[in-house]
């Protein structure tokens, strides 16, 4: 049995000795690998992990080019995770190591993907949580698949259920979606999160609304069906309002000017058509963006190594440089 634990990270150099003496404090030794994909980091985050890897080799990396996004970090780690169950969690020590053993518990009786829940939302305080019980009541309305409230990327997840996400090609990569929708025997733990130590959260609110967008988009078309819906609706409420005026005018002879309500009229159908106009447009770019078939992300270096019968297909599916 192996457990490789993938670890995204975004100027965490403060933080990374802590979790890594976390990790193996709660995993048997020798039975797991810690892999970071540093993600663009702009201070020492790599240069941390790759002294901490020539101290224990259990210690993988990932360094990406650039600035890629939380979520292709993930999909980098998972790509080069070579255990039989994969664990994601975040670096910033909020997602408790002391829970690893009841992930690994769980999976060995039977479950294929084993979910955390953050049990705190139930009490929301402060804008981020707001906002995310918002996102979730959106995602649950408009989406194809349920995702809970309080969903986290600190998760088990089988190999079967790896390789399945690895086969994926889709450029939008939104794995909080992806994983209900794959299936399989799942387990939910509830939990509180810890205090992040060190550093500030790297989610802007222009992420957070990047974010939001893509687990929408990539998870379902009600937004163009909503479109359908409303242009139906408009076009009955102008039919019957054309039906109005013409037996006003047939009838009794009588004509309103009725400027104010031209212009309303007038002005709500255009911000409703260019509101649709936005969401068929951000459909259209997620489009383009499949259809140019570029890597998700480009590895600019790693000490991880990778077999000649693998080589060639991890090198086509991310634009390798190792």
Known sequence: MKISIVVPAHNEERNLSLLFD????????????????????SDGTLAVVEMASRADN??????????????TALRAGLRYATGDCV???DSDLQHPPRLLPQLVAKWIEGFKIVLTLRS????????KKITSALFYRLMNLVSDVSIDPG?????????????????????????????????????????????????????????????????????????????????FLLAGLSTLYGIFALTMFLRYGLTVPGWTSVILAVTFVGALQLLFLGVLGEYVGRILREARKRPSFVVDRSNIPVDAATDQRRATESGNVV
């Open 22 to 41: 976390e990790i193996r404090s709660f995993l048997p030794e020798g039975l797991h690998e810690i892999i970071i994909v540093d993600d663009g980091s």
């Open 58 to 71: 259990r210690i993988k990396f990932i360094g990406l080019s650039r600035n890629f996004g939380h979520q």
């Open 87 to 89: 664990i994601t969690m």
């Open 120 to 127: 705190d939302l139930e009490h929301p305080a402060g804008l």
């Open 151 to 231: 969903s986290a990327d600190f998760r088990l997840l089988d190999r079967k259920v790896v390789d399945v996400v690895n086969g994926l090609s889709e450029h939008d990569f939104f794995l909080r979606g992806i994983i209900p929708w794959v299936g399989f025997p799942t387990f939910k733990i509830p939990y509180l999160p810890d205090r992040r130590l060190h550093g500030t959260t790297k989610y802007s609110v222009r992420k957070m609304i990047s974010f939001a967008m893509t687990g929408v988009i990539a998870n379902s078309i009600q937004p163009l069906r909503l479109a359908t819906v409303f242009a």
